[in-house]
């Protein structure tokens, strides 16, 4: 499927909203992530690419001083003096509309770089990311935001930093405590290919997919169940992952292999162990995708995938009976492999599926959600795509 571009509405929308023309539009991905959960923050190895649906921003610049940003999502605009932004992120972040945390929590991590030259904008915004889907609806705007907004102030920022800024609007201005992973896959992608990231180096290497070439398709399974990670289960994943590694006084999780497993079951309690069984084994398997889509090719990942949900589902607990569902009826109907993508607790699965099984996935998925009651859910191809980058 590919998603109408949203490029023509963030310009529409725009010139509704501010009765002006933009001075170009920008745009940035969703992504999905092929393997590697909850590794990112444990300093870890995570394999995502960007998708097909994209964020776009249209902007224009002000003399004023003042931001403002508005979407097609939104009734209204939200205004910020620039110079007032520190005094609202991240204490009063409350008294901003929640999707305009994400694009003035980018301008604000910005604005230290950009000292005299942070003059006033106008940005608005469009997209056909799914929203709530755990394709980082999220990082697409923060990506399509730091990208326009660096390039209008000329910022000498490479796009590490463009994805740092990204990262800390939603650590700090949304109040999300997530990984870098999404901003860094949605800054970086390339098509046809994944991003190998180090998420403590933050070195990235660009891996070959090859799905096309072996007759294979992405197939995302949204189950419409909504998710946030501002509340509850994320933070406290996070927080046994911490006190993990702090027992095996170790830096990160990143730090211990699996051949340390053994000693340190006799040192925590189990819902800590299996949390640090979880991402001790899923960077073990990061690697092993790496290294056997390079041997063997993307037909002979299917297992890690069907490993990295198990241990989701069994280990870290992030799973929902949706998300499992999904999985499971994909795999009986043909999938090579599969998994739910994303932070968990609801969002999509993926599923790796010959092109020719992608009709009988679908219906298979359907008929069994249908059978359990759960709400239909919203199934489509991905392709492995580009990242931010500025339009016109
Ligand atoms: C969310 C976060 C990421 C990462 C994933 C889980 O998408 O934003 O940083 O932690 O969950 O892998």
């Not at 799914?130 to 730091?146: Q, Y």
């Not at 006190?243 to 040192?267: F, H, Q, Y």
């Amino acid at each position: 499927m590919t998603p109408p571009s949203a490029a023509a509405e963030a310009r529409r929308h725009f010139a509704e909203r501010f009765d002006a023309q933009p001075v170009g539009t920008w745009s940035a991905p969703g992504r999905a992530n092929l393997i590697g959960e909850h590794t990112d923050y444990n300093d870890g190895f995570v394999l995502p690419f960007a998708i097909q649906h994209r964020t776009h921003v249209a902007l224009g610049t002000r003399d004023d001083g003042v931001i403002r940003v508005a979407s097609t999502f939104a009734d209204d605009a939200v205004e910020v003096p620039l110079a007032d932004l520190d005094a609202v992120f991240p204490d009063r972040r409350e008294e901003i509309a929640e999707w305009a945390r994400y694009p003035l929590g980018v301008a604000w991590a910005l604005v230290p770089a950009a000292g005299p030259a942070a003059r006033g904008l106008d940005l608005a915004f469009a997209s056909n990311v799914p929203v709530g889907a755990g394709l980082s609806s999220s990082a697409a705007i923060e990506g399509a935001a730091a990208s326009a907004i660096a390039d209008t102030w000329g910022l000498d920022l490479d796009r590490v930093a463009l994805a740092r800024a990204g990262r800390r609007a939603e650590n700090e201005a949304v109040g999300a405590p997530t990984g870098i992973m999404d901003q860094m896959a949605s800054m970086l992608g390339r098509a046809d290919a994944a991003i190998f990231l180090d998420c403590r180096s933050l070195e990235a290497q660009v891996v070959d997919l090859g799905f096309r070439a072996a007759g294979l398709e992405l197939v995302v399974i949204d189950t419409g169940v909504s998710h946030s990670h501002a509340t509850g289960g994320y933070g406290e994943r996070r927080a046994a992952c911490e006190r993990g590694a702090a027992i095996l006084a170790v830096p990160a999780l990143r730090d211990v292999s699996v051949d340390d497993l053994a000693r340190a079951e006799t040192l925590m309690d189990d819902v800590t162990f299996r949390r640090v069984r979880h991402v001790v084994t899923e960077n073990q398997r990061v690697r092993d995708t790496v290294r056997i889509l390079a041997e063997q090719g993307p037909r002979a990942i299917g297992d890690l995938l069907l490993a990295s949900h198990a241990s989701m589902r069994d280990d870290f607990e992030i799973s929902v009976p949706e998300l499992d569902t999904a999985v499971d009826a994909a795999r009986e109907a043909g999938a090579l492999g599969a998994r739910m993508t994303g932070g968990g607790f609801g969002g999509a699965a993926i599923a790796l599926v010959p092109h020719d099984g992608v009709q009988r996935v679908t219906d298979a998925v359907t008929a069994a959600f249908e059978a359990s009651g759960f709400a239909v859910p919203t199934i489509f191809t991905v392709t492995p795509s580009d990242g931010a980058a500025r339009d016109a």
